[in-house]
């Protein structure tokens, strides 16, 4: 296991090199001059010269590329073009925001996948499954940011149960949170179910039922935990996705985090907050993963990933 | 003689039955699954709508109309007006060319680029899939939609780059699906047999293997292209898209934002517009792989 985990965490280098290394060419593919790009449409020849200068930017690209992950594995992006702050304390103060919304929604979708999943499974064929898994399509269709519209226009707005946007308080924190987790619902709902149908089909699950152990005990202690291995996968992915959805919840409620930042300064030109935004939301998906592959070894330790 | 060609010829013929036979199959188990067929019929509906849907609708779906500005729905606009007075039901149907031709287009350039990429990667192996494959995981750490924004935001906004980002984010989609398969059809004993009948990689490639692999490629090409909407749709809503006054849906919503508190039915036309579209390509895509997939047939 630890020897797995080690090796697992080798293959993830090469991923986060081609990460940064994307997000550094970023700037340099945007039409234009970087150097212009960064002291601002409205700077003269001279500023753009000492910006050029003082960046670096006159270096050959696998040097600049050096620098910045150099810089950046000591916790400097760079600044922002609109507000000059250091790139770092931008994000630092959003990160946990979106880390927050799309924790909170990852649980929400496990919560309800879960049970939708199992009843579905259960009761194969029955109206109530055919129910759940009609909605879990379109739960599956659904535009986040159209649902956060919705949601907004009636629990806020005509029943004046719940605040319009923000973030912080108990209140504020549930329809973002049902925005963003829906689809990542819909999503294990259907895992869950086709999963634990595979499974129940298995020898292993007839001979408990032959020996006469209890079905409920045969649903829960035999079938999920064996249908629940592919869903901590999806789980994972899920994660990754709800990071990137984030930017349109974040934009409909006006929730200060990563996303709305990440769009913001994409309106603004504010590269290289752009780029760390990104760079910071990869990296962690890349960490997510990796702790997804641990858990699913740990969880699994029939198949072997070498 | 004359009956030795005759024979051939239905020899030959037995030959191809399989896969026409296959295709029967298929076709079969798709025409019973009810939700699939609404969701193919709705597919088909919708095209007939993208191309004569613009002839059909009398209004001009870019003209402001003043006089009529934040009508709610009636006999007259049937989905109302938004905040220039234009008609929500005539800039929706003009606004499905657009949606499906962004979809359509964006998962098939990213499907042949992934088709091609998988293929030389399960084929040949090695350090060339080395150097592929670890291209695509570094594509795919870019979480969910954040790939295609990177993309739009250094090309700038507009439908055609929304087309290219969403290609490149679906790439490694479909580069992974197919390298997998074609490991597993490139080990099969009739590969070999070609091979030592000395069939060029070329030729064992696009005739025996792509065939081969078919069933995952096009279930993950009708369930990307719901993703394409979705993600494209977002795109516009967040002004990196499509822009106005183009009837694009995702834009219609970003437009109508501001006035949707008090006129909700700006906001509501257009989003069930691409709920109805993303589900009927659901719909036909679980339907599909259903009917190609016997093993996950219930």
Redesign the interface.
Known sequence: MFIYTVRRLIQTI??MI??T???FL?MH???GDPAQIIAGESANEQQVEQTRERLGLNDPLPVQYGTFVGNAVTGDLGNSIRSGRAVTDEIGARFWVTVELAFYSTLLSIFIGLIAGIVSATR?NSPLDMIIMITA??G????N??LG??LI?YFA?NIEWLPVSGWGTPQSIILPVITLGTAGAAIIARMTR?SM?EVIHQDYIRTARAKGVKERYVVYKHALRNALIPVVTVVGLQF??????A??TE?VFAINGLGRL??EA??QRD?PI?QGA?LI??LM??FV?FIVDISYRFLNKRIDLD | MAETTVNVSTEEKKRVNPQMENFKNVWRKLRQNYLAMAGGILIVLFMIIAIIGPWITTGDPLAPNVADRLEGPSSQYWFGTDHHGRDIFTRIIHGMSITLYIGFLSVFVGMIFGVVFGIVSGYYGGRIDAVIMRTMDVLLAFPGILLALGIVAVLGGSINNVIIAISIFSIPVFARIVRGSTLSVRKLEYVDAVRALGASDFRIIFRHILPNIMSPIIVQATLRIATAVLTASGLSFLGLGAQPPTPEWGAMLAAGRNYMWEHPHIALFPGLAIVLVVLAFNLFGDGVRDALDPKLKS
């Open positions: 090469p991923v081609g990460v290394l994307v997000v970023m593919l945007i039409p194969r399509l379109f599956l269709s659904m535009p940011f159209w519209l919705m226009q707005l086709s149908l990754g996705v709800l990071l990137g959805g930017v349109l934009t990440v769009v994409i309106g590269f752009v990104v939301l990869a998906f890349v993963n």
